[in-house]
């Protein structure tokens, strides 16, 4: 037991905060559409197409139908859509060198070309596609600039991977000051055992974490 200022603290109400700020804590800001820009992680044919190559996430191709109807949803509302592709940009140079040092940085499969989102899934032509060298999307890329342009303050993180470029971008969305919405279930990574605790972590101190349709709802009520 730790006393402070008077207050005792035992080890058992520590942990019980902790666990029900991991298992249901919810961020207070509100969730407007005006205000809100919908981030598009990584949902490209290395990721999403079936069997196209070993980073295949099987869990990405089951959720991008209801991925697919969020966007359309953020289009009907005039929620700019944001897309992101992990690619081999500025010949490499521009990666962190470590990463191809570690088990997830294998190069060794090339895909034929540039990176490019899944067709089933495109953006348009008037939205942002934008090419990033990390797992990141902030990292060396405008997206910063874009959000403030388009005068955005708060971020709905979609995509994939969960753990990797999504969770990576919801910190450094925090980390710039904006308000991060995760989505739940609009989201997923290549061992779907890791999907909650992620969100646990990014639920207690990052992020405001709803599935597709608390997001789809909140977009269109007044007050967020």
Same mark, same amino acid.
């Given at each position: 037991?730790?006393?402070?200022?008077?207050?005792?603290?035992?080890?058992?109400?520590?942990?019980?905060?902790?666990?029900?700020?991991?298992?249901?804590?919810?961020?207070?800001?509100?969730?407007?559409?005006?205000?809100?820009?919908?981030?598009?992680?990584?949902?490209?044919?290395?990721?999403?197409?079936?069997?196209?190559?070993?980073?295949?996430?099987?869990?990405?191709?089951?959720?991008?139908?209801?991925? /697919?109807?969020?966007?359309? +949803?953020?289009?009907? *509302?005039?929620?700019?859509?944001?897309? @992101?592709?992990? #690619? %081999?940009?500025?010949?490499?140079?521009?990666?962190?060198?470590?990463?191809?040092?570690?088990?997830?940085?294998?190069?060794?499969?090339?895909?034929?070309?540039?990176?490019?989102?899944?067709?089933?899934?495109?953006?348009?032509?008037?939205?942002?596609?934008?090419?990033?060298?990390?797992?990141?999307?902030?990292?060396?890329?405008?997206?910063?600039?874009?959000?403030?342009?388009?005068?955005?303050?708060?971020?709905?993180?979609?995509?994939?991977?969960?753990?990797?470029?999504?969770?990576?971008?919801? /910190?450094?969305?925090?980390? +710039?000051?904006?308000? *991060?919405?995760?989505?739940?279930?609009? @989201?997923?990574? #290549? %061992?779907?055992?890791?999907?909650?605790?992620?969100?646990?972590?990014?639920?207690?101190?990052?992020?405001?974490?709803?599935?597709?349709?608390?997001?789809?709802?909140?977009?269109?009520?007044?007050?967020?």
């Amino acid at each position: 037991m730790h006393t402070d200022n008077g207050v005792a603290y035992t080890e058992e109400w520590v942990t019980q905060r902790a666990r029900e700020g991991y298992e249901r804590g919810r961020a207070s800001f509100p969730l407007r559409a005006e205000r809100a820009a919908l981030l598009v992680i990584d949902m490209q044919d290395e990721f999403v197409r079936p069997g196209f190559s070993p980073y295949w996430v099987p869990a990405a191709t089951r959720m991008a139908p209801r991925l /697919r109807r969020l966007v359309d +949803r953020c289009r009907a *509302v005039g929620v700019p859509v944001i897309w @992101t592709v992990f #690619d %081999d940009t500025h010949l490499g140079l521009d990666r962190p060198h470590a990463l191809r040092h570690l088990p997830h940085g294998d190069t060794d499969w090339r895909r034929p070309g540039p990176a490019r989102v899944w067709p089933e899934l495109g953006p348009r032509e008037d939205e942002v596609l934008i090419r990033k060298p990390s797992y990141g999307a902030f990292y060396d890329t405008p997206l910063d600039t874009v959000l403030r342009n388009l005068r955005r303050d708060t971020v709905i993180v979609t995509g994939t991977l969960t753990n990797y470029c999504c969770g990576t971008t919801a /910190r450094q969305a925090y980390e +710039r000051g904006y308000h *991060v919405v995760f989505g739940a279930d609009t @989201t997923a990574t #290549d %061992d779907e055992s890791r999907q909650e605790p992620e969100l646990a972590v990014l639920r207690k101190g990052f992020a405001l974490v709803l599935d597709a349709e608390e997001i789809a709802a909140r977009l269109t009520d007044p007050a967020g």
